[in-house]
């Protein structure tokens, strides 16, 4: 029986698509990666802070000051201790929030932290602490 058309078809291109396999596989052999030498492997940021494969010149390290580079995290600048704000709600179980004037910042307080008897709407100053679920106001003061 002879082969259908279809069937002779499909053999073709199966052949076709194994000579393009030995093919690519022969181009990765010769086209081989591995084994560079440490020094191929190495980039470099030049002065625009692009990528690029050469040494920096020893000329564009002059302008460079050593002491001028600064390890680690950026220092915390000191911000103002006192802040001012207003109550904005009070619990009958002793804590409330104040919103702060500066940046509209709902601060935790509790009464233990209060020199006197807030209510709701009074404007206060206070310092502002970081705690375990946020910052909280302590030392509150009435400003009249």
Known sequence: MADSFSKKENF????QKLKEKTAKREERKTN???????????LYVDANGQLTSTPPDQQDREGIN????QLGAAPIEAEETVKTGVVTFLSDKGYGFITEAGSQENIF??????????K???KV??????SPKGFSA???QIVK
């Open 66 to 69: 050593l002491d001028d580079i």
């Open 109 to 118: 307080f509790h009464e233990n932290n209060c020199a006197h008897q807030v």
């Open 138 to 140: 302590i030392n509150i």
């Open 120 to 122: 709701k709407g009074n």
């Open 125 to 130: 100053s206070f310092e502002k602490e970081r």
């Open 12 to 15: 073709k291109k199966k052949q």
């Open 32 to 42: 081989n990666n591995k084994g560079k030498g440490l020094d191929e492997m190495f």
